[in-house]
């Protein structure tokens, strides 16, 4: 479930904080608020967001390193404009 523009907008989520999780943030912002922002509430709703973002880290990992294996695998296959000398 992703949240609509509509809705982060309605529940004022700062523009970094739209992204694919936004959607756990929202109830984890009001649970703050209405706990007063007491460090040991709410903590099954801080769990959940803190989870998907460091599932959403992972996954840009994972295609950052396709991402490079495949640049690797062109760079060894091509030719190379400037051929290499002895010794430089």
Not at 14 to 29: F, G, K, S, T, V
Request: charged residues 30%.
């Amino acid at each position: 479930m992703i949240a609509t523009q509509e809705e982060m907008i309605e529940a004022k989520v700062p523009i970094p904080y739209r992204d694919q999780c936004a959607h756990l943030l929202i109830p984890l912002n009001k649970c703050r608020q209405a706990e007063f922002f007491l460090p040991w509430k709410c903590e099954n709703e801080r769990h959940s967001y803190e989870k998907c973002e460091y599932e959403l880290v992972m996954e840009r990992m994972l295609q950052m390193k396709k991402i490079r294996e495949q640049e690797a695998q062109s760079a060894n296959h091509s030719i190379p404009l400037v051929p290499k000398t002895a010794g430089a």
